[in-house]
């Protein structure tokens, strides 16, 4: 087995490592946020809506394959 090599920054690897890792988290719950608040999403709902009335249950699966949530 290879014998591991100690880091030349062990202070500061474990700190690095967390900052990364909280960065991420945060930046994934605000694009998730982000994309959750779009303007179009009640407009979305009310043409599926028209959709399934006019056209029934089967028809609006049609249109289902373009809604993004």
């Known amino acids: 087995m290879e014998k591991r090599t ?12 967390g900052a990364v890792g ?3 988290v ?3 719950v ?5 994309d959750r608040r779009h303007d179009w999403r009640p407009y979305q709902a ?9 056209f029934g ?5 049609a249109s289902s394959f ?3 949530s």
Not at 30 to 34: P, R, V
Not at 46 to 54: D, N, S, T, W
Not at 57 to 61: I, K, L, Y
């Open 6 to 17: 100690d880091s030349p920054y062990p202070r500061i690897d474990r700190p690095v490592l």
């Open 22 to 24: 909280v960065v991420l």
């Open 26 to 28: 945060v930046s994934t």
């Open 30 to 34: 605000l694009f998730y946020w982000a």
């Open 46 to 54: 009310e043409f599926r809506q028209l959709v399934a009335e006019k």
């Open 57 to 61: 249950e089967e028809g609006s699966s």
């Open 66 to 68: 373009l809604s993004l």
